[in-house]
């Protein structure tokens, strides 16, 4: 389980500065479709942060469908759970949603079947790929 902590601090570093980085281009894509963006020191703050957190989360969580003692269920509903509270307090707090019931329900919708399409697709590659390994290695 030590390998699997050390694994998920790891990914978290090495790929929490995405999130900042992705919150500063779409800043700059839109301004660039002429929409002024005028954020205050307290809100930019925040929003590094934030997204810094996500990102790191985000890639930590990877570690959890590479623990192989536990169950397929298992090791997503973990990961689902983990980056599902991340992405709602995130959206939370940068008000990129409203903290409304109905809009949080709406958002909690789309995020499970963007999930859901995510890991049909990710599983599909992977099923794809290990039938044409399996067939190469007949051959």
Not at 13 to 37: T, Y
Request: hydrophobic fraction near 55%.
């Amino acid at each position: 389980m030590k390998k699997y902590v050390k694994a998920y601090f790891q990914r978290g570093l090495a790929f929490g500065g995405f999130g900042p980085i992705v919150m500063g281009i779409v800043l700059f894509i839109i301004e660039l479709c002429g929409v002024n963006v005028s954020l205050s020191g307290a809100e930019v703050l925040i929003g590094v942060i934030s997204t810094y957190i996500l990102a790191f989360v985000q890639a930590g969580a990877s570690v959890f469908n590479q623990i192989e003692s536990w169950p397929v269920v298992k090791s997503m509903g973990i990961h689902f759970i983990s980056i599902y509270i991340v992405y709602v307090l995130c959206y939370l707090v940068n008000s990129w949603i409203p903290f409304d019931w109905k809009v949080i329900i709406i958002f909690t919708a789309i995020f499970i079947v963007a999930y859901l399409v995510i890991w049909l697709t990710v599983y599909l590659i992977v099923k794809n790929t290990s039938k044409k390994l399996n067939q190469a290695l007949r051959k």
